[in-house]
Structures are given as structure tokens and as C-alpha cells.
């Protein structure tokens, strides 16, 4: 076991938080992005420990994102989920992002899935339409794993070939034609955020094969991939991103279209999660 200290913290986050979980090993990890955190509620025989009162993790600042642990029971699997994530944006670094991933699966969870509010840069996306990531762009400039530390934990050189997990994609298309719901697969682009891009910036995106923008994810997803999950990704769209058919997004249009969409997509995480 490395002597670091990213290590020695996320041991004590650990500690703190199996006390407060009495023995709780979850088989997934679920991270709700914005306005989707509503599906926490849905969990069965829950405890809930907020982000704060865990050691070491930095407590959310983002309006919607609740910024706690919950654990429980959700289509017949346990489940340690995120209400809220922490993002780059709100001054967090690439690790701090991360550290909850890290410590998630030291509770044994072998799956992520991570959610997301996105705006839709393919333009045969509509408003509403759920998209499961194919793969990422990680636009954002920076990796949870540069620096001394995170050698310790796992390799730093992994590789990030089918990152997301090919058989949990065609699962989700599965289950998206069975629900009858507009579900996509498509490439998603992660920035730092916080201002919306521009319209240029989305039409030079659309060129390198993005299909999705938002400002979360990638970090999660390179730290789960750094310690072996199996990854899951999946945005709701909740705007046609800057420029495209004369997009202006703001983050209220975020809120309301993730609110109408809400039993939509907790029926897709339920079917996903009974199927795993
Ligand atoms: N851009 C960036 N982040 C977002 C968007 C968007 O259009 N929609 C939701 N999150």
C-alpha cells in the first residue's frame, strides 16, 4: 500500500463514512447530475450522509445538487449514489472532483453510473431526448490523475478505449426502444465551465464528433476507469446547445426540462439497475 497522502485521506473518508453506512457494500455507484437528484428519493431504506460530513470531501455549492451520499436499495441493487456532484466550476480541482469516485469503489462498488444534464449539439436531438455517452472528449484540461498521488492508488497509464462499457451502452439503448423513450448514443464533451460555450465553440465541437456538451463527467469517468469500474454514462438533454436552431441556454431551461423529464428517467436508472 503506497504511503501518500491522497491515500491516508481517502482512508480516513472511508472510515468515517462505513460508520455511519454500518456495513453497507454497494454493488453501484450513482451520481445524479443537475436537477436529476430528485431520483435519491426514489431509494429505499436510506441513509444519507452529507458531503460535509465526511472527511476530506469538499461539500457541494451548486444550486440543485443536494451534496450528499445516499444508500440504499434501487431496482434491486444496493446503491451508494451522489444527490449532487462537485464540479470544476465551482473551484473544486480535477481530484477533488474525483475523490468521491475513488472513494465509492473502495466500498466495493464494481459499477458507476453517472448522470448528467447536457445541451445537445447534434442537431437530430431534441429537448427531452436522453443520451448514454459512447465516449468523451475531455475538453476540460485536466485529469484527476496528473500528479504524484494517484499513482498510488492504481497505474497511472490506463488506457481509456471503451471507457463506457459497451455491453451497459446496448443495455441502455435496450431498455430506451422497451420504455419506447428517445434515447440516443452519442459522444459527450466535458468542460470546465462555468459560462455556456459560444456558438463557435459548438460548431468546432460538432466537427470532432461531439453529440453533447456539459460541464461534468469526464473527471468521474477517468477516475472511475484509473481503479477498474465498469462505467455507465447517460445526459438527459436539456437544451439544444449555444447557437444550434438559435439556442441562447440558460441554466433555468436546465432546471425545468430536468424536472419534466424526471419520471422518464428514473424509470430508464431503475430498469437499468434491475437488469445489471
Ligand atoms: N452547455 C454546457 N453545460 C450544460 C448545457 C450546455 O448547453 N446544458 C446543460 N449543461
Aim: charged fraction near 20%.
Amino acid at each position: 500500500m503506497a504511503d501518500n497522502a491522497l491515500m491516508r485521506m481517502l482512508e480516513e473518508s472511508q472510515a468515517a463514512l462505513e460508520e455511519r453506512l454500518g456495513g453497507f457494500r454497494p454493488e453501484v455507484a450513482l451520481v445524479l447530475g443537475s436537477g436529476l437528484g430528485p431520483l435519491a428519493e426514489r431509494i429505499e431504506d436510506v441513509v444519507a450522509v452529507p458531503f460535509a460530513e465526511v472527511p476530506h470531501m469538499k461539500a457541494s455549492t451548486a444550486s440543485s445538487h443536494v451534496g450528499r451520499f445516499v444508500a440504499g436499495m434501487l431496482g434491486g441493487k444496493r446503491v451508494l449514489c451522489m444527490q449532487g456532484r462537485l464540479h470544476g466550476y465551482e473551484g473544486n480541482t480535477a481530484q477533488e472532483v474525483a475523490y468521491p469516485i475513488w472513494l465509492m469503489s473502495r466500498f466495493g462498488a464494481a459499477t458507476l453510473i453517472t448522470t448528467n444534464a447536457a445541451g445537445a449539439v447534434n442537431e437530430g436531438y431534441a429537448v427531452g431526448d436522453f443520451c448514454i455517452m459512447a465516449d468523451h472528449i475531455n475538453f476540460t484540461g485536466r485529469n484527476p490523475v496528473a500528479g504524484a498521488e494517484p499513482d498510488g492508488i492504481a497505474n497511472r497509464f490506463f488506457s481509456m478505449y471503451e471507457a463506457y462499457d459497451p455491453a451497459l451502452r446496448a443495455m441502455g439503448m435496450q431498455i430506451g426502444r422497451e420504455l419506447g423513450l428517445p434515447v440516443h448514443e452519442g459522444v459527450y464533451l466535458g468542460l470546465l465551465g462555468p459560462s455556456f460555450e459560444t456558438a463557435a465553440e459548438i460548431r468546432a465541437f460538432r466537427g470532432w464528433g461531439a453529440d453533447t456538451v456539459a460541464m461534468s463527467v469526464c473527471e468521474e469517468v477517468i477516475a472511475a476507469r484509473h481503479v477498474g469500474m465498469r462505467v455507465l454514462g447517460m445526459s438527459l438533454v436539456t437544451n439544444m446547445a449555444c447557437g444550434v436552431e438559435g439556442a441562447d441556454p440558460d441554466d433555468e431551461e436546465v432546471l425545468e426540462v430536468a424536472s419534466q423529464r424526471e419520471a422518464d428517467f428514473c424509470r430508464l436508472i431503475q430498469e437499468l439497475l434491475a437488469r445489471l
